[in-house]
C-alpha cells in the first residue's frame, strides 16, 4: 500500500535541468570552444557541491585556482527564471490527487534549501508537502540513500508503504539502495541509465493511475 510519495525536484516537478545546462553552456562555450551539451549531461542530478569538481575535470582546470573558482562563483550571477513557466503542467493535479487520497507528500532534492523554496513557492506548491529535504543537509549526496533513508525517518513508514519518483540515474540508484519503489520519469534528452527503476511513466500524470493499481492490489 502506498501511503507516501517522496519526490525529487529538478527533472521531475519542474523541467529545470535542461534550463540550467544551457546556461552553463552559454557560459563556458565562448572560453572553451571544443565544449558540446552533451560533455555537460553528466551535470544533470549531481549535487551542487560535486559538479565543480566535475567541471574542473571536464575543462582540466584546478580548483585551487582562484581564477577558476571567480568563474564558477559568477557562472549563475546573472541568472534568472520563472519556476511557474517551467513546471510540469500536471503537478497541480497529481498534488491534489495524492492530497484528496491521503497520500503524504514529501520532497528530497539535491537542490539547496533556498532554492527548493523559491521554486515551490513560485510554482504555488509549497503548502502541498509535510516535509522538504535538502541535499545540502548531508555530507554524501545522490546515489549515496542519506537523502532517502532520512526522509523514511521522517514519515516513519517502512519503504513498502513508500514510491519514490526520481528522473536521474544518480536519483534512481539512490533510492533502490534506500529499499523504495521507484517510478521513473522518461527523459531521453540526457542518456539516463533508468533501467534499475521498478516502473516507468512517460508522464507524470501517469502517476494517479500507477499508484491506483498499486493500492488496488494491497487491496486498498
Known amino acids: 500500500m502506498i501511503r507516501a510519495v517522496i519526490f525529487d525536484m529538478d527533472g521531475v516537478l519542474i523541467d529545470s535541468e535542461i534550463v540550467y545546462l544551457s546556461h552553463q553552456y552559454k557560459k563556458l562555450q565562448p572560453r572553451y570552444p571544443w565544449l558540446t551539451p552533451e560533455h555537460l549531461y553528466p551535470l544533470v542530478g549531481m549535487d551542487s557541491r560535486e559538479d565543480k569538481q566535475f567541471i574542473g575535470n571536464l575543462l582540466g582546470r584546478d580548483l585551487s585556482d582562484p581564477a577558476f573558482i571567480r568563474e564558477l562563483q ?13 513546471m510540469r503542467k500536471e503537478v497541480p493535479q ?14 528530497a532534492s539535491s537542490s539547496s534549501g533556498d532554492n527548493i523554496e523559491t521554486v515551490l513557492h513560485q510554482c ?11 541535499g545540502e543537509q548531508f555530507t554524501r549526496s545522490k546515489p549515496d540513500p542519506a537523502i532517502y533513508l532520512y526522509a523514511l525517518e521522517q514519515l516513519r513508514l517502512p519503504p513498502d508503504d513508500c514510491l519514490i519518483v526520481e528522473d536521474s540515474g544518480y536519483g534512481i540508484a539512490a533510492a533502490k539502495r534506500a529499499g523504495v519503489r521507484t517510478a521513473a520519469l522518461t527523459d531521453s534528452r540526457f542518456n539516463f541509465d533508468q533501467s534499475a527503476a521498478d516502473d516507468h511513466l512517460s508522464s507524470l500524470g501517469e502517476l ?3 499508484i491506483s493499481r498499486l493500492n488496488c492490489m494491497a487491496g486498498i
Open 74 to 86: 559568477g557562472m549563475f550571477e546573472d541568472f534568472t527564471v520563472d519556476y511557474s513557466t517551467i
Open 94 to 107: 497529481v498534488l491534489s490527487f495524492l492530497r484528496q487520497n491521503h497520500i503524504r507528500i514529501v520532497l
Open 208 to 210: 494517479e493511475g500507477l
Open 124 to 134: 504555488g506548491i509549497r503548502s502541498f508537502f509535510e516535509c522538504i529535504i535538502s
